[in-house]
């Protein structure tokens, strides 16, 4: 059974990087059939999709983040990270990782989310 | 481009259907048939619930059922039971390769 799992710093500085990695077990990353993507949620808000990637690199950014964001595929580790530059506490949110399905365009496995804090 | 729109809140007592509507665009909502809902419950990952504005996946209740007219979707749950309370979000592909979520209905079981 898939399984995906963010990992990362729970904890940004203002204007810093937020790096974070999502490990897929149980599966290989390295699959057409599927997009892997990161959504984040802000406390007390909404879901906001912030982008996907295939495993042959191509990537798909939401507008509003298109100048900050970087999402990158390692197929030798099963492993796909996000990148958000200059964060401010605007960026603070449980961050998800998820399987993205190409076909159907849903979201059918999540990770259990990581909470991620800008704050100095 | 702009968050879905979806009612704050619904309620019902146990046993009584709801609905929970989702409006959009051309497109997004009314351009594909890529309307997907989730459910998600306090502090946990939301989880699948229809995919393809109506096919439900393996594992989720026949009470789930979606449907869509023009540029709105719905979801429906049938039956409503106290484990339905959690909050619900509709979301669509759209034009340009991008992904929109609604803002999120909140269902109460009374």
């Known amino acids: 059974q898939l399984q995906l799992q963010e990992s990362g710093p729970g904890l940004v500085k203002p204007s810093e990087t937020l790096s974070l990695t999502c490990s897929v077990s149980?599966?290989?990353?390295?699959?057409?059939?599927?997009?892997w993507a990161w959504i984040r949620q802000p406390p007390g808000e909404g879901l906001e999709w912030i982008g996907c990637v295939h495993y042959t690199g191509r990537a798909y950014y939401i507008t509003s983040l298109k100048s900050r964001v970087t999402i990158s595929v390692d197929t030798s580790s099963n492993q796909f990270s996000l990148r958000l530059t200059s964060v401010t506490a605007a960026d603070t949110a449980v961050f998800y990782c998820a399987r993205h399905l190409v076909s159907g365009d849903a979201f059918d496995v999540w990770g259990e989310g990581t909470k991620v804090t800008v704050s100095s | 481009q702009s968050a879905l729109t979806q009612p704050a809140s619904v309620s019902g007592s146990p046993g009584q259907s709801i609905t929970i509507s989702c409006t959009g665009t051309s497109s997004d909502v009314g351009g594909y048939n890529l309307v997907s809902w989730y459910q998600q419950h306090p502090d946990k990952a939301p989880k699948l619930m229809i995919c393809e504005d109506n096919k439900r996946p393996s594992g989720v209740s026949s009470r789930f059922s979606g449907s869509k007219s023009g540029n709105t979707a719905s979801l429906t749950i049938s039956g409503l039971q106290a484990e339905d309370e959690a909050d619900y979000y509709c979301c669509s592909y759209a034009r340009g390769s991008i992904v929109i979520f609604g803002g999120g209905t909140k269902v109460t079981v009374l």
């Open positions: 149980g599966g290989s990353i390295s699959s057409g059939d599927y997009y």
